[in-house]
Nanobody, 128 residues
Framework: QVQLVGSGGGSVQSGGSLRLSCAAS????????MGWFRQAPGKEREGVAA????????YYADSVKGRFTISQDNTKNTVYLQMNSLKPEDTAMYYC?????????????????????WGQGTQVTVSS
């Protein structure tokens, strides 16, 4: 089992920045991928960014490329999402996630079905 606690959300104006954090505990060594997903009201949960825990490869949705950066600090078992140049369309509940070690996330890093553990969500609101 892996426990995830996300934090760092808030309200900012368009063009502003936020940094989300996701602290992992438990059986973290089994996870191959950590990801950030978001869900706006009435919409499907979508993958935003992901990172492989061992190689550090990163993946981004087209909508956030060049604006968001995912990183990890393995000494702290924490994954970060630095969000710059925020837009109103980035408004959503953001969830961090981890897989259970079955490796499918390595082929589909932004697909939520291959993640097994989820944080509680942190709200990001961007006003115009």
């Amino acid at each position: 089992q892996v426990q995830l606690v996300g934090s760092g959300g808030g309200s900012v104006q368009s063009g502003g920045s936020l940094r989300l954090s996701c602290a992992a505990s438990g059986n973290t060594y089994s996870s191959n991928c950590m990801g950030w997903f978001r869900q706006a009201p009435g919409k499907e949960r979508e993958g935003v960014a992901a990172i492989t825990t061992r190689g550090g490869s990163t993946y981004y949705a087209d909508s956030v490329k060049g604006r968001f950066t995912i990183s990890q600090d393995n000494t702290k078992n924490t994954v970060y999402l630095q969000m710059n140049s925020l837009k109103p369309e980035d408004t959503a509940m953001y969830y961090c996630a981890a897989d259970s070690g079955r490796s499918r996330c390595l082929s589909y890093p932004l697909t939520r079905y291959y993640y097994n553990y989820w944080g509680q969500g942190t709200q990001v609101t961007v006003s115009s």
